[in-house]
């Protein structure tokens, strides 16, 4: 069967790197057609329109078609996949209540618009800052879809964890096993290395105590920003890779033995109150994304994760006093 897939912000830079692999077949694997729908703010749908024309031109024997819109209705109509790419970017000046304001004007109608067009097994991924809270706002305003349905991206995070951690200890990432990103897609995230195994082994227990807190950490949770320092532009293609690897392992399944990262709605899991799209370390089985039960906590991981989460329940009470949820 043909899986339709709609991605906003597809004229944007995120969306320019993740097109291309979806439609070779990369995001769902190599035996599944794949349609495009392509949604865009009315100015960008003809820069939408050269994309369109340039995946015709790759010739890709999986995709059977691409759609371009600027209606969100036409957008999710049929649609089994969504990405939720293009949010409104913080401006100068701009307080937190005017940028969760604007986005909730962009993933609320987004979310009624799944509720209404999308395929009963719509799955959404928002990749859109604040990403977590956008993903709420859109999943309040889907109440016919299961709230799990809608999840928030902290994959990249998750990747940027494992790269740094495996150079650290010059070992290859794939030797890396149980990483967790806890909380909010934001300078608060909390990368885990309590749980983390290299070669069988605990992670914080191969690295210096300083590192792991003063180094690590923060390299993790601010690289966003040392991607914008060094390319002057923010990250794209790395989080198109990210998108990717969550949709694919939501589908697929994740390998026995490991798990990933992903903000899902809580259900109450490690203290996070139930509701909130938090990232959890995760496994996917049979389609449905599962929080990992059982991990020990200690007070330096507490204090770390009630600090994220703390925001997220922050940023649920700003959208609520707006309305927006
Ligand atoms: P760009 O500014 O290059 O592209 C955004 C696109 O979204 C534009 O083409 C714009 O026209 C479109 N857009 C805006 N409002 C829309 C609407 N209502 N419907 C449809 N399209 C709309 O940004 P890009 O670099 O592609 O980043 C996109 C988003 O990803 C940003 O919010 C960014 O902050 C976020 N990111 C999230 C990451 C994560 O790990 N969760 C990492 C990367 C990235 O920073």
């Not at 790419?85 to 979310?111: C, H, S, W, Y």
């Not at 923010?234 to 390998?255: E, L, R």
């Amino acid at each position: 069967m043909t899986v339709k897939v709609t991605v906003t912000g597809a004229a944007g830079q995120i969306g320019y790197a993740l097109l291309f692999r979806i439609a070779s077949g990369q995001l769902l694997g190599a035996d599944t057609p794949v349609k495009l729908s392509l949604l865009e703010i009315p100015q960008a749908v003809k820069s939408a329109e050269g994309t369109a024309m340039e995946l015709d031109d790759c010739a890709f024997p999986l995709l059977r078609g691409i759609e371009i819109s600027d209606d969100p209705a036409k957008a999710f109509d049929g649609a089994n996949v969504a990405l939720l790419v293009g949010a409104r970017p913080r401006t100068k000046g701009m307080e937190r209540g005017d940028l969760l304001e604007a986005n909730g004007g962009i993933f609320g109608p987004q979310g009624k618009a799944i509720n209404d067009h999308a395929a009963d097994d719509i799955r959404v991924l928002v990749v859109g800052n604040p990403a977590n809270t956008n993903a709420l706002i859109a999943q309040s305003a889907a109440p016919d879809v299961p709230a799990e349905r809608f999840t928030a991206m902290t994959r990249l995070d998750h990747n940027r964890a494992l790269s740094q951690l495996a150079a650290k200890l010059n070992v290859p990432v794939a030797e890396i096993k149980k990483m967790t990103i806890w909380g909010n897609h934001s300078a608060t995230q909390y990368p885990d290395l309590f749980h983390a195994e290299v070669g069988g082994k605990i992670a914080a227990e191969q690295v210096e105590q300083e590192w792991l807190r003063d180094t690590f950490i923060p390299t993790v949770a601010k690289r966003g920003a040392a991607i914008i320092e060094a390319r002057g532009a923010s990250s794209a293609a790395s989080a198109a890779n990210a998108a990717i690897d969550h949709v694919h392992d939501w589908v697929n399944g994740t390998p026995e033995g490991d798990w990933t990262s992903a903000a899902i709605p809580s259900d109450g899991s490690y203290g996070v109150p139930e509701g909130l799209i938090s990232s959890f370390p995760v496994v996917s089985r049979n389609g449905r994304w599962e929080i990992v039960q059982g991990l020990e906590i200690d007070a330096f991981s507490r204090e770390r994760i009630d600090a994220s989460v703390g925001e997220l329940v922050e940023e649920r009470d700003a959208v609520r006093a707006l309305g927006l949820i």
